[in-house]
């Protein structure tokens, strides 16, 4: 657009002065407007009263109308896209992060809520949901001053962001010079050489990339969500990664330890005996999934679309036509760096040895291990807790010992409730 003509506007709206706008289409606008000020001194005081009112809100209007042209003539910058991939402890999701974080176009972040519930370790998930939500929120449109919040005063590097090297985005430029963004990088290394980096470069980082995604495992419901889903400033997809809970509760029993202080927020105020407290995990864990997907069933058909289910057994079963499906669904181009890279993970040829702590291979055996390393009896009251997200998701109930060991018998069903949900996406 082009400046007005200063003496013009200085007749009609002094306010207007200085203001970029399309020429083309002004004047029709601006010349009536001068008529209605020269017959102004002719008016009744009252008259005059409403003429000057109406003038204010013509001239607001015209305002808002150049302002909007504006916008229009300024080049678009195309428009961030944000995914969240929404899953719970022990289930492939940093697995999944990985995919998404080692694509050229992806700010990703792992856990992030990580900082709000380790600032309120005696508070309960229920209570936390809405600022982890909110920090959700922040972080899509790149405002990392909400970590102000949860991390110590004064600078800080970026190596203070809890799994940050987990991000390719933050081992790259403008980050970290080190290494060039088109490549696989490994978390091992970029610890070892982009830890100094400020933490200023966190949101410069973000703000350089077409996607941002956030990996999640502390969400029960889709209560809290359900705002960033509808936020017109937002164009979220939720990737919902799940896990059979079988091969969850065993990989859980392994990370006892390392789980408590989630597992004590998970469990709020409930005072259970030990033994009754990983199945009563579980449990809420189970429910939540459950509670995600019937609340998504309930949602109108365009807002179906903005969620899709994955279930770790089909990734790790084929990996390459799973990841090339979830780039397609969120509109990421499956490169080909990242399609030699899944395929050597397929092959169990991690680069730099042990760089990932999964790759697909041991993933396909992992995930059949609770099978002959978890007693019938752990088995059988965990069916009772979570049979209702598992009919839901398609992992069938063993009724005995026998069946649990026989592994000619798939327990995995190959169509599940939601097929009608995810297809239309
Ligand atoms: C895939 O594996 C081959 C052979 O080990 C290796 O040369 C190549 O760098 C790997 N590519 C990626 C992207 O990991
Ligand atoms: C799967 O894991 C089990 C136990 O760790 C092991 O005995 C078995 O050989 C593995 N199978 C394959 C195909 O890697
Ligand atoms: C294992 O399951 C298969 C398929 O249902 C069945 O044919 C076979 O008899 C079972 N084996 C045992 C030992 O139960």
Redesign the pocket.
């Known amino acids: 657009g082009s400046t007005l003509n200063p003496g013009n506007v200085t007749a009609c709206s002094p306010s207007l002065q200085g203001i970029e706008v399309e020429s083309s289409g002004l004047s029709p606008s601006v010349c009536p407007l001068k008529a209605f000020f020269f017959h102004r001194m002719l008016l009744s005081r009252k008259a005059r009263l409403l003429v000057i009112l109406g003038s204010q809100m013509v001239l607001f209007g015209l305002f808002f109308h150049m302002s909007g042209h504006n916008f229009l003539s300024r080049k678009q910058e195309p428009k961030p896209k944000h995914v969240l991939v929404l899953s719970s402890w022990r289930s492939g999701s940093s697995f999944v992060g990985q995919l998404f974080s080692q694509h050229p176009d992806v700010f990703y972040l792992m856990e992030p809520a990580w900082h709000v519930w380790m600032t309120f370790t005696h508070s309960t998930a229920q209570r936390l949901q809405m600022a982890v939500r909110d920090l959700l929120r922040s972080i899509f449109l790149c405002d990392m001053s909400v970590f102000d919040a949860y991390m110590n005063p004064g600078p800080r590097k970026q190596s203070s962001l809890f799994q940050w090297e987990q991000s390719r985005a933050l081992c790259s430029p403008p980050a970290c010079d080190v290494f060039p963004g088109d490549m696989i990088i490994s978390p091992v290394h970029c610890k070892a050489l982009c830890s100094r980096q400020p933490f200023e470069m966190v949101e410069k980082a973000c703000r350089s990339h077409s996607y941002v995604v956030v990996k999640e495992v502390r969400f029960f419901s889709l209560q809290a969500l359900y705002p960033l889903l509808t936020d017109p400033s937002l164009d979220l997809h939720i990737v919902h990664l799940v896990r059979d809970p079988r091969a969850v509760f065993r990989s859980r029993e392994h990370t006892t330890a390392e789980l408590m202080i989630d597992s004590h927020i998970v469990l709020g105020q409930h005072t259970l005996k030990e033994k009754d407290q990983p199945y009563a995990a579980m449990q809420i864990i189970c429910k939540g999934q459950k509670d995600i997907i019937k609340a998504i069933q309930a949602l109108p058909k365009a807002l179906q679309r903005r969620y899709v289910l994955m279930r770790y057994e089909d990734l790790v079963r084929d990996p390459l036509a799973q990841t090339s499906q979830m780039y397609e669904y969120v509109g990421l181009k499956f490169l080909p760096h990242l399609q030699t890279w899944v395929y050597n993970l397929t092959r169990g040829k991690g680069m730099g040895g042990h760089a990932f702590h999964t790759n697909a291979r041991d993933a396909l055996n992992v995930s059949q291990a609770w099978r002959w390393s978890l007693p019938y009896e752990k088995v059988s009251q965990l069916q009772q807790v979570c049979g209702d997200a598992m009919d839901l998701l398609g992992y069938i109930q063993v009724r005995s010992q ?1 069946e649990q060991v ?1 592994l ?2 798939d327990l995995l069903s190959s169509s599940n409730a939601l097929e009608h949900v995810y297809q239309d996406g």
């Open positions: 026998q026989n000619s018998l």
